[in-house]
Structures are given as structure tokens and as C-alpha cells.
């Protein structure tokens, strides 16, 4: 059975920092690319990072580059979104997916505010 658990939300004030993690089981994790994605109230879920299987290429939204890095540990099993730099407009749910499989976690809240 396929699951992926997020972790490592939180509510930090803008500037601040969160790394995110993503455990992930019940699938060969080495051999498939991994993504981070985020949904904002009121709005559509939006790619925010991705990485490919063996971490090798990486490639992010406009709005979060040079401030996000997504990472990953093969032994582990476990895709990292290390955020630097939040602002407010970062606050969302982050999840995790493994679109190959169409697998989903069931998200981390980010909360960005003074």
C-alpha cells in the first residue's frame, strides 16, 4: 500500500524557514520522480518543486526560486522542500505526490504570518 506522509508544517513569521519531509512506502521510492505541490485557500493546487529519481534534476516555480530546495534521500525514502525566505503568500497546504502512481499525501499546513 502506497502511502506518503507529510510533516514539518508549522506557522513561522515571514523570513523565517521550514524544511518539509515526506516519507514515503509501499512503492520502489528510488526510481520515481517526486513532486511538491501547494494549495492556497480559494485557489487551484500549483506545482512548487521537482526532483528526479536518482536527484539528479531538480526545477521549481517561478515564485520560489532561489528560496526553495527540494532534496531527497533514496536510503530513506524521503523527499525534503527546505524553504527559506517565507513569505506570506507561501502560506498553504503542501503535499507530496507521486503522479507516475497518482498517489497524494494528505498535505502539511505552512502558515506564514506575523
Known amino acids: 500500500q502506497v502511502q506518503l506522509v507529510e510533516s514539518g508544517g508549522g506557522l513561522v513569521q515571514p523570513g523565517g524557514s521550514l524544511r518539509l519531509s515526506c516519507a514515503a512506502s509501499?512503492?520502489?521510492?528510488?526510481?520515481?520522480?517526486m513532486r511538491w505541490y501547494r494549495q492556497a485557500p480559494g485557489k487551484e493546487r500549483e506545482l512548487v518543486a521537482f526532483i528526479s529519481s536518482a536527484g539528479g534534476s531538480t526545477n521549481y516555480a517561478e515564485s520560489v526560486k532561489g528560496r526553495f530546495t527540494i532534496s531527497r534521500d533514496n536510503v530513506k525514502n524521503t523527499v525534503y522542500l527546505q524553504m527559506n525566505s517565507l513569505k506570506p503568500e507561501d502560506t498553504a497546504v503542501y503535499y507530496c505526490?507521486?503522479?507516475?502512481?497518482?498517489?497524494w499525501g494528505q498535505g502539511t499546513q505552512v502558515t506564514v504570518s506575523s
Open positions: 505526490a507521486v503522479l507516475t502512481l497518482g498517489y
Open positions: 509501499g512503492f520502489i521510492f528510488s526510481i520515481y520522480a
